[in-house]
Structure formats: structure tokens, C-alpha cells
């Protein structure tokens, strides 16, 4: 049977040994020794409890690392790896032991973890495609004149933020975000200042929005889009080709978007934009009985 154990500054080696021979299932800015190498010793103490190793008889056979579950018991996992020859001696309850209520794993199609993550009884919430295009083939088409593009501006727009996001993803299995949450992202290395976007009709109330963040050198289209009232008029093709422009404005030569699998509307569009098939991605998700 696979026991989970802590990581200490006793085993963390057994770690970084495990990790270093493990594939990089999840898109992180760094790896996990690059955040926990800046840090001073009290904060690594706190970054260790997000790590847990799996044990077998007196082997380490490999870890799960997720982030501290949120107020409502939500967690991410960052990265999850066993040896192979251990996957079958898996239990299901093994992360009942942790004190989150909802995982959720988003990995490549293709990856290893797959195994691991049908053992642990894991369920496969969607599947995603990411798309990448070449700013350098963007053809401007834009009618501006019937159009306001407003960028997000920090400790001002928050709110009104929240308030399209709310709107747009309230279907979307989505915690509703807060103006924390936005501070919070603000400060993260991915965020990427002037980058936010909001589109608005011609007396300037906004109906969409999206954003451009840098994750592990991408630069991705995320959050975007349309209150339901303004949908299907061409309000979220304007507002991803004025993103793809911001981006050739500013000499970054590759752009990237990620649409759920199933959603052939998404896909023809950005077919129709321009962006082509990069990778596929597996949501998956399990909660803790």
C-alpha cells in the first residue's frame, strides 16, 4: 500500500530526486525549487506543507504538490508523479487525509499522470485545446469607430471586472471571483500590467472582457468574454484580434488561446482568426468523501 508522508527537511532530498525524474505534466512560471530556493527559512516551511511524498515500506516512490486549499476547501494540484511499478498499489481514499474538499488537476492530454489520476478516482471535467497563432499573420479588420477598447486599470477597475467575469462564467462550475482575487492575481508573476482589456458599445458601457498573461513563457489569452446580451455580434472576435494586436505592438511574436474541446463555436472562430491546434489539456477533478 502507498502511505503519504510529509516533507521535512529530512527527506527533502528523496524529493528533489523524485522530481527531478518526474515529466512536467502542469504549465508552472517555475519549477518548485526555483520558488523554494528564493525563500527564507520560515517561508519554506510553509511551502513544504504543500508537498506530500508517497511511501512504500521504506522507499519514496513519489509526491503530490498542491496549492493550500482555499476557504471553501478548494485546491489545485501542480503536479502529481509515482513510479510506475507502484500505480495498482494505489487506495482512492489516499488524499482523504488532506484537508481539501475538491481537487482539480490540469495536465497534458498526454501525460503519465493519466494512470494516477484514474486510480485515485479522478473525474475528467473537460478537455481543452491550446491554440497558438503567429502575431505576425494578423490581418487588422476592425471597425473602431463603432467600438471602445478600455484597459483594465489597477485599483480602479476591480470591480467592474468582477462584475463581467461574474457574469459570463456564472455557468462555468467557477467560484465566483472578488476584488481580492483580482488584487491577489495583480501581484503574481504572470500578470502582466496594461494587458487587461475591456470592450464596450458606443456609450462606453463595457461588455466583455480578456486579459493576456505570460505563463512559463506563453503568452495566453484568458478570461475572456461577452455578457450574454451581446453575444453573437461579433463582439468577441473584435476584442481577441485587438489583444493579438496589443501583442504585435509590442514585438511578441507568438500569441496562444485555450477553448474547451467541445465548444465548435470557439473553435471555428479562432480557426477563422487564425490560431492552429498546440497541445491538449485534461481538467480533472475529484471530491474528497
Known amino acids: 500500500m502507498v502511505f503519504m508522508k510529509k516533507l521535512s527537511i529530512f527527506n527533502i532530498n528523496y524529493f528533489k530526486k523524485l522530481y ?8 508552472c512560471d517555475k519549477s518548485f525549487f526555483e520558488i523554494y530556493n528564493e525563500e527564507p ?15 512504500v515500506k ?5 509526491y503530490i504538490w498542491y496549492e493550500y486549499p482555499s476557504d471553501e476547501g478548494f485546491s489545485n494540484i501542480y503536479a ?17 487525509l488532506s484537508k481539501v474538499n475538491t481537487f482539480r488537476f490540469d495536465m497534458l492530454a498526454n501525460s503519465k499522470a493519466t494512470a494516477i489520476m484514474k486510480k485515485l478516482n479522478f473525474n475528467v471535467n473537460s ?16 471597425d473602431e469607430n463603432k467600438i471602445i477598447f478600455k484597459h483594465f486599470k489597477e485599483g480602479q477597475d476591480e470591480e467592474l471586472r468582477c462584475e463581467i467575469q461574474n457574469s459570463v462564467f456564472h455557468e462555468k462550475n467557477r467560484i465566483p471571483l472578488s476584488a481580492g482575487d483580482i488584487k491577489i492575481e495583480e501581484d503574481e508573476e504572470y500578470y502582466l ?34 455578457v450574454d446580451e451581446y453575444r453573437k455580434h461579433g463582439y468577441g472576435e473584435m476584442l481577441v484580434k485587438y489583444l493579438i494586436e496589443l501583442c504585435y505592438r509590442q514585438s511578441i511574436q507568438n500569441i496562444y488561446i485555450r477553448v474547451d474541446k467541445s465548444n465548435d463555436k470557439a473553435l ?15 481538467t480533472w477533478y475529484k471530491n474528497i468523501e
Open 58 to 62: 521504506n522507499e519514496y516512490v513519489g
Open 80 to 96: 502529481i508523479y509515482l513510479k510506475d511499478e507502484y500505480i495498482e498499489l494505489l487506495n482512492s481514499q489516499i488524499l482523504s
Open 41 to 55: 527559512f520560515f517561508i519554506k516551511y510553509i511551502i513544504r506543507k504543500q508537498i506530500k511524498l508517497f511511501k
Open 193 to 226: 500590467k496594461d494587458f487587461g482589456v475591456f470592450i464596450c458599445t458606443e456609450n462606453g458601457q463595457a461588455i466583455g472582457y480578456g486579459q493576456i498573461i505570460c505563463n512559463n513563457g506563453l503568452y495566453t489569452i484568458v478570461n475572456l468574454g461577452i
Open 127 to 142: 478537455k481543452n485545446i491550446l491554440m497558438k497563432m503567429h502575431t505576425t499573420t494578423y490581418n487588422k479588420n476592425l
Open 20 to 27: 527531478n525524474k518526474s515529466e512536467n505534466a502542469y504549465i
Open 268 to 282: 471555428s472562430l479562432y480557426n477563422k482568426i487564425g490560431f492552429k491546434e498546440y497541445e491538449s489539456f485534461i
